[in-house]
């Protein structure tokens, strides 16, 4: 049998399929394992480069193939579409496109997590569900309570003061059924807030132990969440090779639509890390309602809100964050605010 060199494998849940080439280009293997055989089939393979999508169980295979000696690369399900042959779509043409996309110079891969950094991010997931959730569970307290001509002001004050009716049994505007109802959803609300507590206190605790996480929060607006959220995502930071690369990464840089060179810069791709891309302004809308407080804060961010929407500004303003976030991370350090700028935080 001719040298393996490449191999596309297109995993699943129980059934994944392998596609094996030699450099030439030859096919030498194209069959389906069932998941326990996966290891050994890729034991008695020599060293070669192992092409795999990139999505949740991915990282797990990528470390166990990975130590078995193989090179493993992981890459944008969306970047291997455009190699599946004639828009077949089966687990056999997934495969061959992953052994040819992996191949291509051009091609961007995906950097393997750790179980560390996937520990973490599990924490920013489950706080972000229940973050969610509990605001579901808000919006559909005022909303039950509005139909019966019960309503509150925006803001926790306002819905605390109608938690409060909910708990009155004496109340005669809320009948007794409805406080039936609206109590568990009140009882959920509060659950779902002691929860997040208990997360946001894990979370703190790995920050505080983590060298990286506790330099990234020394940039204004910036605490632990967004911090360990950053170093948990990005990892090695000078796989970038800037900036604004670590910036356009996130999703927080102009759509181009440029020709004829003219440039046409349109709104933010979105294309990025959406969680990420959601700490970063919500931290720089924060920085915006201080700095309209007192512009001496910021003259910078002043002056683009002088001349910009509050929310374009935001948008810069996360652009920027997430910059400096990047030279810390790639060049050490911590934030230093410019002599002529008052550090905001």
């Given at each position: 049998?001719?040298?393996?060199?490449?191999?596309?494998?297109?995993?699943?849940?129980?059934?994944?399929q392998?596609?094996?080439?030699?450099a030439?280009?030859?096919?030498?293997v194209?069959?389906?394992?069932?998941?326990?055989?996966?290891?050994?089939?890729?034991?008695?393979?020599?060293?070669?480069?192992?092409?795999?999508?990139?999505?949740?169980?991915?990282?797990?295979?990528?470390?166990?193939?990975?130590?078995?000696?193989?090179?493993?690369?992981?890459?944008?399900?969306?970047?291997?579409?455009?190699?599946?042959?004639?828009?077949?779509?089966?687990?056999?043409?997934?495969?061959?496109?992953?052994?040819?996309?992996?191949?291509?110079?051009?091609?961007?891969?995906?950097?393997?997590?750790?179980?560390?950094?996937?520990?973490?991010?599990?924490?920013?997931?489950?706080?972000?569900?229940?973050?969610?959730?509990?605001?579901?569970?808000?919006?559909a307290?005022?909303?039950?309570?509005?139909?019966?001509?019960?309503?509150?002001?925006?803001?926790?004050?306002?819905?605390?003061?109608?938690?409060?009716?909910?708990?009155?049994?004496?109340?005669?505007?809320?009948?007794a059924?409805?406080?039936?109802?609206?109590?568990?959803?009140?009882?959920?609300?509060?659950?779902?807030?002691e929860?997040?507590?208990?997360?946001?206190?894990?979370?703190?605790?790995?920050?505080?132990?983590?060298?990286?996480?506790?330099?990234?929060?020394?940039?204004?607006?910036?605490?632990?969440?967004?911090?360990?959220?950053?170093?948990?995502?990005?990892?090695?930071?000078?796989?970038?090779?800037?900036?604004?690369?670590?910036?356009?990464w996130?999703?927080?840089?102009?759509?181009?639509?440029?020709?004829?060179?003219?440039e046409?810069?349109?709104?933010?791709?979105?294309?990025?890390?959406?969680?990420?891309?959601?700490?970063?302004?919500?931290?720089?809308?924060?920085?915006?309602?201080?700095?309209?407080?007192?512009?001496?804060?910021?003259?910078?961010?002043?002056?683009?809100?002088?001349?910009?929407?509050?929310?374009?500004?935001?948008?810069?303003?996360?652009?920027?964050?997430?910059?400096?976030?990047?030279?810390?991370?790639?060049?050490?350090?911590?934030?230093?605010?410019?002599?002529?700028?008052?550090?905001?935080?």
């Amino acid at each position: 049998m001719d040298k393996i060199s490449t191999v596309g494998l297109d995993i699943a849940k129980h059934v994944f399929q392998v596609h094996c080439e030699t450099a030439a280009g030859q096919v030498v293997v194209r069959r389906q394992l069932r998941r326990a055989a996966v290891l050994t089939f890729f034991g008695k393979l020599p060293a070669c480069v192992v092409g795999i999508e990139a999505c949740s169980s991915a990282y797990y295979w990528a470390r166990e193939i990975g130590a078995l000696g193989h090179e493993v690369r992981l890459m944008p399900p969306v970047r291997v579409k455009a190699y599946v042959a004639w828009g077949r779509k089966n687990d056999a043409a997934d495969a061959a496109a992953i052994c040819e996309a992996v191949r291509r110079p051009s091609m961007r891969f995906v950097p393997v997590k750790t179980v560390e950094q996937q520990a973490v991010l599990m924490l920013h997931q489950a706080r972000r569900l229940l973050v969610a959730q509990r605001t579901r569970l808000s919006n559909a307290v005022r909303g039950h309570l509005a139909e019966l001509g019960i309503t509150a002001a925006k803001g926790a004050a306002g819905f605390t003061a109608l938690l409060r009716l909910v708990a009155a049994p004496a109340d005669e505007r809320l009948p007794a059924i409805a406080r039936a109802a609206l109590g568990t959803l009140a009882h959920q609300w509060h659950s779902a807030g002691e929860q997040i507590d208990g997360l946001d206190a894990q979370i703190l605790a790995w920050h505080k132990s983590d060298a990286d996480s506790l330099r990234v929060a020394t940039i204004p607006q910036i605490g632990p969440i967004i911090a360990s959220a950053l170093v948990a995502r990005t990892g090695d930071a000078t796989r970038f090779r800037n900036g604004r690369q670590f910036a356009a990464w996130i999703g927080l840089v102009p759509r181009q639509n440029s020709s004829g060179g003219k440039e046409r810069l349109g709104r933010i791709t979105k294309t990025g890390d959406r969680y990420l891309r959601q700490l970063l302004v919500i931290g720089a809308t924060g920085m915006i309602r201080r700095v309209r407080a007192n512009p001496a804060l910021s003259p910078w961010l002043a002056g683009l809100l002088r001349r910009m929407p509050a929310k374009k500004a935001a948008i810069a303003l996360a652009n920027k964050l997430a910059r400096v976030a990047w030279a810390i991370l790639a060049h050490g350090g911590v934030y230093q605010a410019r002599q002529h700028e008052p550090a905001a935080g």
